[in-house]
């Protein structure tokens, strides 16, 4: 009964590689959420969606690209993979704006 | 200077003892506040939430806020060594009502023994 779950848990893959991460979420909120959480622990924010629509994008780099096919899901497409993007991405989701986030359990991105 | 400051430890206390962690901050318009556990190898997971200036308790765990000072707290009593783990605080200011942007300190490691 997970409520935030992410595929794979691991990926591997080399530099100028093109990848895919999936989110699901069961909890039947609105919002979803990508995080990056880099070595030294900070999670910082990526993108944020609300019923399939882009609401909050930061300062990352176009070869990320989010996709939500509907309110329950978020993928997130890398292309052109540096090594740089080697990291640990959580998906979250919330019931509104003004709800906590629940996080899944991560997919850790080596890029060698 | 990073908008939430929080040290990362490792802090080790005594099994049963009073485990105290902090954040601080310099934004004033972050107005609701987060605890998250972190294990090893898994995502955050929500403990504590308020909104505004004040207390909040739940079963071992407090949670305290004071705006005027930029600071927060969470306290657990009788910590336990499943209580090991990654303390994060995240904090946010509602910008837009259909999403909750979090700033996150950096988290601080917290070592039970028992």
């Known amino acids: 009964d997970t409520a935030v779950s992410q595929t794979p848990k691991y990926l591997v893959t080399q530099m100028g590689n093109d990848k895919s991460i999936k989110c699901e979420q069961n909890?039947?909120?609105?919002?979803m959420y990508w995080y990056k959480q880099d070595s030294k622990k900070f999670l910082k924010i990526m993108f944020s969606y609300n019923n399939k629509e882009l609401i909050i994008n930061e300062t990352v780099p176009n070869r990320f690209s989010p996709k939500s096919p509907d309110k329950a899901h978020l993928n997130l497409h890398i292309n052109s993979l540096e090594l740089g993007d080697s990291a640990v991405y959580f998906c979250?989701?919330?019931?509104?704006?003004?709800?906590?986030?629940?996080f899944g359990n991560g997919t850790r991105l080596t890029v060698t | 200077q990073k908008e939430v400051e929080q040290d990362p430890g490792p802090l080790s206390v005594p099994e049963g003892a009073i485990v105290s962690l902090n954040c601080t901050y310099s934004?004033?318009?972050?107005?609701?506040f987060m605890w998250y556990r972190q294990y090893s190898r898994k995502g955050p997971e929500l403990l504590m939430y308020?909104?505004?200036?004040g207390n909040k308790e739940d079963g071992r765990f407090t949670a305290q806020v004071d705006k005027s000072s930029k600071y927060i707290s969470l306290f657990i009593r009788d910590s336990q060594p499943s209580d090991s783990a990654t303390y994060l605080c995240a904090m946010s200011a509602l910008i837009k009502a259909a999403g909750n942007k979090l700033t996150f300190g950096g988290g601080t490691r917290v070592l039970v023994k028992p």
């Open positions: 909890l039947g909120h609105d919002t």
């Open positions: 934004n004033s318009a972050f107005q609701y």
């Open positions: 979250a989701s919330s019931q509104d704006g003004r709800s906590p986030l629940h």
């Open positions: 308020t909104y505004s200036s």
